[in-house]
């Protein structure tokens, strides 16, 4: 029963696959929407997007599993970044870091566009 209790609060269905649940995906993706819909930003807004993946414990990871730490750049781009619980947290004695396992079914999607005239950025961003 505990352990039951520990993976729903993980959102996770089962230790051996990292599952985001549709009910958190769906909040997530609420919020995030209104961070971005109708707004046009100066810069991307990787700290404003990644704040509400931290307020439910979920983490933006680079391509060796350890917390994103990187930029965007350009007028247009599109990028699909994995993301994991932060409860998956794990250290190996190589490296500095924590290391996450990532959810098996879903990543964070981002697509910006500079307008010309204004010279700031339409974002869409969502979880998969």
């Known amino acids: 029963m505990f352990k039951n209790k520990l993976n729903d609060a993980l959102n996770v269905i ?7 649940r549709n009910q958190m995906r769906q909040t997530v993706n609420h919020e995030l929407a209104e961070l971005v819909s109708g707004i046009y930003f100066k ?16 983490i933006p990871l680079q391509e060796d599993n350890t ?3 990187g930029f965007l ?47 700031r950025y339409e974002i869409v961003t969502y979880l998969t």
Do not use: C, Q
Request: aromatic share 12%; charged share 30%.
């Open 43 to 58: 810069i991307i807004p990787l700290d404003n997007i990644f704040a509400v993946l931290n307020k439910y414990d979920i």
């Open 73 to 119: 750049a350009g007028d247009d781009g599109r990028v699909s970044i994995d993301i994991a619980p932060e409860s998956s947290a794990k250290y190996r004695p190589d490296m500095n870091e924590p290391y996450y396992a990532p959810y098996d079914n879903s990543n964070l999607y981002l697509v910006w566009h500079k307008m010309d005239e204004s010279g």
């Open 67 to 69: 917390k994103f730490a």
């Open 14 to 20: 089962n230790e051996d696959r990292k599952t985001l």
